[in-house]
């Protein structure tokens, strides 16, 4: 979608390490929404955070959200090989219904 | 919590066959949705659908025809399936409050065409 974009295609990084995914969106938001997908399976939300905070952790997560920039990143620390997934950023207008998906952001964790 | 069951998990179809995929969902969602996933690619929204019997076009309808028979259940039938079609299809239903929509998907149906 158009409405919300990752900067990156992929990334890679060695167990341990830090690594953060961006994201700009397009589109007026109430929320701003990360979701990861694992092989073999279906996105699943992990953090969503509101329009009016700008940053939101969860566990080793931590989301940021600059709306003047229309921006997000995801943070993920002490990175293990189970967080290799592919990472969406997707915007929500607040209307029922419909949230936008950019198209992901491919992480590997190596051992 | 509930659980979104998309059947079959793989389906094998030959070229110009027409293909039907199920999903059905015990969250009592009243909004489902069916995604085409190509391979390393983002999601593509097909259809969706707000209520029984209600159909929503997506940005990717053509060629695609959906039937919403029950709150619990949402068919997408491929109509003539093309080689270039072979992707993962993915099932969702959400939840809208506080103001905003949490989507739940299921593991998909990957689609080979023959």
């Known amino acids: 979608s158009q409405l919300a974009e990752e900067n990156l295609w992929a990334l890679s990084v060695h167990e341990g390490e830090s690594v953060t995914v961006n994201c700009s969106y397009k589109?007026?938001?109430?929320?701003l929404q990360w979701y990861r997908q694992k092989s073999g399976e279906g996105p699943a939300q992990l953090i969503l955070?509101?329009?009016?905070?700008r940053e939101k952790r969860n566990g080793r997560l931590r989301a940021t959200l600059d709306t003047s920039s229309q921006s997000s990143s995801l943070s993920i620390t002490a990175t293990r090989c189970e967080d290799t997934a592919v990472y969406f950023c997707a915007t929500d207008a607040g209307s029922n219904n419909r949230i936008f998906f950019g198209d992901g952001t491919q992480l590997v964790v190596k051992p | 919590g509930g659980i979104i069951t998309q059947t079959p998990k793989f389906l094998i179809g030959q070229e110009g066959q027409k293909l039907t995929l199920k999903c059905q969902q015990n969250f009592n969602h009243d909004t489902m949705y069916w995604y085409r996933q190509d391979s390393g690619k983002g999601l593509r929204l097909i259809y969706y659908s707000i209520t029984e019997n209600d159909l929503q076009k997506g940005d990717l309808s053509e060629g695609y025809d959906a039937s919403r028979e029950k709150k619990s259940s949402f068919s997408l039938t491929v109509t003539s399936a093309q080689k270039n079609e072979m992707a993962v299809f993915l099932c969702?239903?959400?939840?809208?409050?506080?103001?905003?929509?949490?989507?739940?998907f299921g593991k998909g149906t990957r689609l080979t065409v023959v």
């Open positions: 955070i509101r329009s009016n905070e």
């Open positions: 969702a239903s959400s939840i809208f409050q506080g103001g905003n929509t949490e989507v739940f």
């Open positions: 589109t007026s938001i109430t929320a």
